[in-house]
């Protein structure tokens, strides 16, 4: 069956360090990843789209990597700051089709 | 910066009630969606809507559900007859073209609670 799982458990990290987030997929092929910010009971906001041969794609502090060997996207968020705590969501277009499908999401906490 | 709104924040409709959800999309954006998240659950994709139809529907979206883009600027999820199971918040986003290279931009979402 067709998955985008992250890691559904809390990530605490100290402020200053790099926080890293998994997506894994399994029986899709996307041509693009996305990641998403989700602060509660806000709606998601766009942060980075990766391209599948495109391995690495940044944006001031994030970076974001896509392997489409193993199906898995790495998000990091260098130097962290507590106003980076939120939930952080990975996205990807079903092929195909215009259905977009999130993974559940990985709360972040960045302790001051 | 543009951005969606929606309309209400928060509804509160009996079971078995119509009920309406409203968003109002950027301007210029061409592809449509809703979504909905049940507390404490992922972002589930409903429908995709372009050119007045539906792009594409996830099973979700049952006969209980349709969309309108009554005019220029709406955009509109009808649920027939509530049930308590429709409990949740409901986003809308728009995008500029419907390819996955391009980001969606979503609302604050209305939270939908059926008593």
């Known amino acids: 069956s067709q998955k985008i799982e992250q890691n559904s458990e809390a990530l605490n990290i100290q402020e200053g360090k790099t926080a890293t987030l998994t997506c894994n997929y399994t029986n899709y092929s996307p041509a693009y990843l996305q990641w998403y910010r989700q602060d509660p009971g806000r709606g998601p906001v766009f942060l980075l789209l990766?391209?599948?041969?495109?391995k690495e794609k940044r944006k001031e502090r994030l970076k974001v990597t896509f392997d489409t060997t193993l199906k898995q996207s790495l998000f990091h968020i260098t130097a962290s700051q507590p106003a980076d705590s939120a939930t952080y969501l990975c996205a990807l277009e079903a092929s195909g089709t215009y259905k977009y499908i999130f993974g559940t999401g990985t709360r972040l906490k960045v302790l001051a | 910066e543009p951005e969606v709104t929606q309309t209400p924040s928060h509804q509160v409709t009996q079971m078995g009630q119509e009920v309406i959800l409203r968003c109002v999309p950027i301007s210029n954006h061409l592809y449509f969606y809703w979504y909905r998240q049940i507390l404490g659950q992922k972002v589930e994709f409903l429908v995709s809507?372009?050119?007045?139809?539906?792009?594409?529907k996830s099973e979700i979206f049952d006969d209980q559900f349709s969309v309108e883009r009554p005019d220029g600027s709406n955009f509109t999820l009808k649920i027939r007859s509530t049930k308590l199971e429709d409990s949740a918040m409901y986003f809308c986003?728009?995008?500029?073209?419907?390819?996955?290279?391009?980001?969606?931009?979503f609302g604050d979402g209305t939270r939908l609670s059926i008593l």
């Open positions: 986003a728009s995008s500029e073209r419907g390819s996955s290279n391009q980001p969606q931009h």
């Open positions: 990766i391209r599948e041969n495109e």
């Open positions: 809507f372009y050119n007045n139809e539906i792009s594409e």
